[in-house]
């Protein structure tokens, strides 16, 4: 494994009706979703340590605390950047902001775990039985 502080990424996503409150059931409103905001965060921290992990091995989330400070309307690109801010053994965390073409709409802390892809799936798999 070769993740080290200082990792960052950013991705991007337009809000479309696919992504807003109503659609995904966490409001009635026709804004970008907090659970939309939440996944690209996530996605941006997988992207950051995308490079860095050995064959065989991926992440999971484990812990998100973001506040969404600002409503961002149809139409607009919502821009996540996350920087690698802790690496302690297999525990990754991230910070993590959000922007739309106004400003700040959404900050936070993410942390991920490494993982081994087949023993993680496995041990899934045997829930229950």
């Known amino acids: 494994m070769d993740i080290k502080v200082g990792m960052t990424a950013t991705v991007q996503e337009t809000v479309t009706d696919k992504n807003t409150a109503e659609t995904v059931g966490s409001g009635s ?45 149809l139409g607009m ?27 700040l709409i959404g900050r936070g802390t993410h942390e991920r775990f490494v993982v081994f892809s087949e023993k993680f799936i496995a041990k899934t798999e045997s829930k229950g039985k």
């Open 29 to 73: 409103l026709k804004v970008f979703a907090t659970p939309a905001m939440v996944a690209l965060m996530e996605k941006a921290a997988c992207e950051a340590l995308s490079t860095g992990l050995d064959e065989g091995s991926t992440t999971v989330g484990t812990l998100v605390n973001v506040e969404h400070v600002s409503a961002t309307p």
């Open 77 to 103: 690109t919502v821009k996540v950047t996350v920087t690698v801010t802790e690496v302690e053994g297999r525990k990754i965390g991230f910070s993590v902001e959000a922007f739309d073409e106004v400003g």
